[in-house]
């Protein structure tokens, strides 16, 4: 491809306005290909799909909620690798959760209160990573149904454990009794892309899935033990059916374990070391898992020196030969922290091209030091080790005694209480701008953030006067913060940061709410999907794009989710600002850094139709086609009611029965040109 020159660097579309349709609205010269659906085949023989709630057989079919995705290029024929190819590839793609009713003909059913065992399956297979092929033809993007390089990972797939937890008692199950083997992967939200051509997935709302009877705290010694801490700072109470009700299955086959496993309450006749039961089955998931996707026959390894929480994503700093490389992650969910995990093992530049992608996984991600952020009100932050043994992570902690490294990475939420830590407003996606190695994570909202309770790093706090539905309290809009790291390396223990973007209607208080000034191009709510996308052949471009996707619940009554692309200034180019909390009759007030204002480099490049979140981004090298996922169009309707027709609304073809289906979708330019400038 020819190389583009911008100079300066600036966005090259018009901004779309806001929108309530069923469809993905784009620029003027842009386009949209849908190209993988929520049912579609990826093997051979497997019939097309009716989209009327009798297809069977998902694991050889797309997934639902189509989430964090990388593009891994192909050679021109064969599974080889190819990192420049710009129109053969693999794309890796989560499939977080379901729209469970729209899967079967009805709606689920559950007669005396048992699943039946066809609809539990569905609703499993559902789940997971996809792995497929897509090839661009002329201007065209399409997948191949038959490529014998696809593959569906699902809750099912046997997987191993690496790192510190490895053979934990914890980590013991009738399936596995030495803890060192699982069955799948659940509630895969984002993604990270390793520089030796390996998938990350990270299981985020894992703990929802299980049923726990009432009787269960009794039975592990009563609340004060360390099973029944941990399980009660995991969220997974007892008396709680677990989502979708997999464990009430009776299935066909006695010996089939796969439904039984979501019930983790200890029954008493099996032995206590775990192993005749499933009593440990949820101490298996929180983790992030790595996958190779060229090798269709590799067994996924889950990473556990990176520690156990509700995983966003995992996103790696910059790769710099002999310094030990930084992986970047969020854990999800209100009042939670940000992490990095850095490698014992310097950066060796010709692993980028390994012969075994997976053991050099073992290299960089099984040994190191895992870091929580604590931010300072004058700027300043530091990484505190979460290492056994140092300070409060030892036998002696009140709260919960620490046995070794394995238990703090196990229970790492409690070791980071501890530490204290900084508690965030919802930790979702991380990204590094290769140009400086500055890391932006999202902070896509906080409903329980007080006035009395916020910082410097969650300054916000407020009802917000214009929104009549949805979250309306605390930080209901969300923030973009980011951080330098001192030195520029990845293995600093100390940074400087601010706050890139504030989100916010540009209608609302600019001195206390929209604190970046967004206006009606930019203006955006809960940010969730980040990353920086860095198209080879483009000269001029000295700050990479910045990719920014929204999960909103606040914003919706004026708008559907969208994209957004920045191109973002640095950490400090801004400014100390003092804003007023209000929430009912609680006023205080708050200091904290706001980046420059964005104006025109902050810029809405596409809106989503009814009911999705925008989530997963990805591109080919040259930028030129950027992949992107609409998840769960029309969450909120069902079988009877449908409330989105997308994407057949999209394509032409959708019919007054229309049910939605998440897909990918590919974004191009008319003119062939590189998309955002
Ligand atoms: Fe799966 Fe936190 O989004
Ligand atoms: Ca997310
Ligand atoms: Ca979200
Ligand atoms: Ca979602």
Known sequence: DSTVTVNPAVLGFTAVPKSQTDLVTVPAGYEVTVLYRLGDPIASGVAAFANDGTDTNYAQRAGDHHDGMTYFGLSASGSAPDASNNTRGLLALNHENINQSYLHV???????????????????????????????????????????????????TPMTFNGP??????????????????????????????????????????????????GDVAARGGAGTKQNVSLARY?????????????????????????????????????????????????????????????????????????RMNHEGCTAGRMIAGVKPAFYMGDDAQNEYIYKFVSNTPWVAADATPTDRLATGDKYLDAGTLYVAKFAADGSGTWLPLTFGTGPLTAANPTYAFADQADVLMNVRLAADALGATKMDRPEWTAINPANGEMYCTLTNNSSRTVANT??????????????????????????????????????????????AFGSGSDLNATNINLSGLDATNDFSSPDGLWFGIPTNVTGLN?????????????????????????????????TKTITNTIGGATGTQSTRVGKAPGTTLRRILVGPKECELTGITSTPDGRSLFVNIQHPGENGNPAAISSSWPATQTGAATGSSRPRSATIVITKTDGGVVGI
């Not at 029954?267 to 790595?290: C, I, M």
């Not at 990479?544 to 692309?565: F, H, K, Q, S």
Request: aromatic share 10%; charged share 20%; glycine share 12%.
């Open 235 to 307: 969220g997974i109470p007892e008396n709680r059916p677990g989502n979708y009700g997999w464990a009430t299955v009776v299935p066909a086959s006695a010996s089939n374990t796969l439904f039984r496993r979501w019930d983790i309450t200890v029954d008493p006749t099996k032995p206590a070391d775990g192993t005749g039961d499933f009593r440990f089955e949820a101490f298996q998931f929180g983790w992030v898992l790595e996958i190779d996707p060229y090798t269709a026959a590799s067994v996924p390894r889950k990473r556990t020196a990176l520690g």
């Open 106 to 156: 009805g709606g689920a059913t559950a007669p005396g209160g048992i699943r039946p065992e066809s609809e539990a399956q569905k609703e499993i297979d559902c789940h997971g990573v996809s792995v497929v092929e897509v090839t661009r033809t002329g201007s065209t993007w399409a997948y191949a149904p038959t490529s014998s390089l696809n593959r569906r990972i699902t809750p099912s």
């Open 455 to 500: 910082d410097t790093a969650n300054p916000r706090a407020y009802t917000d006067p214009k929104t009549t539905g949805g979250q309306t309290n605390g930080n209901a809009n969300g923030h973009i913060i980011r951080l330098r790291e001192t030195g520029d390396t990845t293995e600093a223990t100390a940074f400087t940061w601010d706050i890139y």
């Open 165 to 214: 937890v490895r053979g934990n008692a914890w980590l013991k199950t009738a399936f596995s009794t030495a803890g060192t083997d699982g069955r799948g992967t659940i509630n895969n939200c984002a993604n990270g892309a390793m520089p030796w051509g390996t998938y990350l997935t990270n299981e985020e709302n894992w703990a929802g899935y299980f049923k726990r009877a009432t």
């Open 543 to 575: 700050t990479p794009i910045l990719w920014i996707e929204t999960d909103d619940g606040a914003y919706t009554d004026v708008t559907n989710c969208m994209l957004l692309a920045a191109i973002p200034g640095k950490v400090g180019d801004g400014t």
